[in-house]
């Protein structure tokens, strides 16, 4: 069987204004009536009108759903998706951040799919061919416009990943203007998402030499950009920077593989109901210190980016603990994120929460296995 390391099928328009260009690509593609999934926060920002200026002037019609919660509830996509299919829409553009996106793919993977979303956890294999799919980030994060995953929260409010290249989006806008008008906190938290990405694509057990050469420089980029996107909201560069890095870190989850810090993150994201990228950013300092004694110098390598000092003479668990260090401060200091306890959660589901950790996907791919005592000890420390 052939082991293609290299894989994606988007293409993208890429730069300032990119946007407006929307109505365009839709005539391009021949789509009769799309449908917009997206979430309040795109309307009343005004956004979504920009998106669909292009398509009002040439008369495409188009149905909205802007009925996308934080984490991706699976009954908004449901019910997207009678909506889709009621209104003979023929493709699908996702107008937010990561749970918009995600969404946006679900949602148009059941126009091919029969069945629910859910249903097709176990049976990634069975996705067919899902085409027409376009995604615009508005947030430097996920990087969803050029993954091949969903992350869903279900009915029970677990965490549900779907990975399948059938599910890809065929096109993505990615126009850093837009997110010149985040606020800080949105800002960090999902530049730490991405950050986590390739944090994790660099660590685990699937990173080869050329995702290496691209995580490397994704990680440096973020580290330098991100903090001027906090300190100084409408540079363009940086914003543009950031876009590109959370692209890339998103197309390299497709060769690599989230770990342990997505295992942890999305378990107390669905149980606590705390924002994806709040979650990640959270778990993964401890998640590199753990991980340092199998990959030392990948783990240096990420202390160095954020700001640690090395001697040289490190044990694998001091680099750990400088480079958690150096993580938490450039989260907490430089970029301001709220601590984790301003959000509610409830310490008596920690063990049950340590055992979906260990039991979850993304576990395969740890370069050192976590139990769930690991995990219970992590989510302890994450919650001191």
Not at 33 to 42: G, H, R
Not at 111 to 123: A, M, P, Q, S
Not at 227 to 245: H, T
Request: hydrophobic share 40%.
């Amino acid at each position: 069987m052939l082991n293609f390391q290299l894989y994606n099928q988007v293409r993208m328009l890429i730069g300032p204004g990119s946007l407006e260009q929307l109505g365009e690509l839709i005539e391009h593609m021949g789509v009769k009536k799309p449908m917009i999934v997206t979430d309040k926060s795109m309307v009343n920002m005004g956004i979504l009108d920009q998106a669909v200026a292009g398509l009002k002037e040439r008369n495409i019609p188009y149905v909205t759903f802007d009925e996308v919660l934080p984490n991706a509830p699976t009954d908004a996509i449901e019910k997207a998706s009678v909506i889709c299919n009621k209104e003979k829409c023929d493709a699908v553009v996702g107008l937010g951040g990561g749970s918009v996106m995600d969404s946006a793919k679900a949602v148009n993977v059941l126009r091919f799919n029969d069945g629910k979303i859910l249903d097709y956890v176990e049976r990634m294999d069975d996705i067919k061919f899902s085409p027409n799919c376009v995604l615009i980030p508005t947030t430097a994060g996920t990087g969803s416009e050029l993954s091949q995953g969903m992350i869903l929260m279900g009915p029970d409010h677990a965490k549900y990943t779907i990975l399948s290249h059938n599910a890809n989006a065929a096109y993505a806008i990615l126009d850093p203007v837009m997110q010149t008008r985040l606020p800080a906190e949105l800002t960090a938290a999902t530049g730490l998402d991405a950050l986590t990405h390739v944090v994790e694509d660099y660590t685990d057990t699937l990173a080869t030499d050329f995702t290496d050469m691209i995580c490397e420089k994704v990680i440096e980029t973020i580290a330098e950009y991100l903090p001027i996107c906090i300190s100084d909201p409408g540079n363009v560069k940086a914003r543009s920077r950031m876009a590109i890095s959370a692209s890339l870190a998103g197309w390299m989850l497709g060769h690599c593989v989230a770990n342990a810090g997505h295992s942890i993150g999305q378990t107390i994201g669905g149980l606590f109901d705390i924002p994806h990228g709040h979650c990640v950013a959270y778990s993964e300092p401890w998640v590199l210190e753990f991980n340092a004694p199998a990959v030392p110098e990948r783990t240096k390598f990420i202390g160095k980016a954020l700001g640690a000092t090395f001697t040289g003479k490190e044990t694998p668990e001091e680099i750990g603990a400088k480079t958690r260090d150096a993580f938490i401060d450039f989260r907490d200091n430089k970029l301001g994120l709220r601590s984790v306890k301003s959000f509610g959660y409830d310490e008596s589901k920690f063990e049950e929460a340590a055992k979906i950790i260990e039991a979850d996907i993304f576990q395969n791919f740890q370069p050192r296995k976590m139990t769930a005592a690991d995990a219970l000890e992590i989510l302890k420390k994450i919650y001191a």
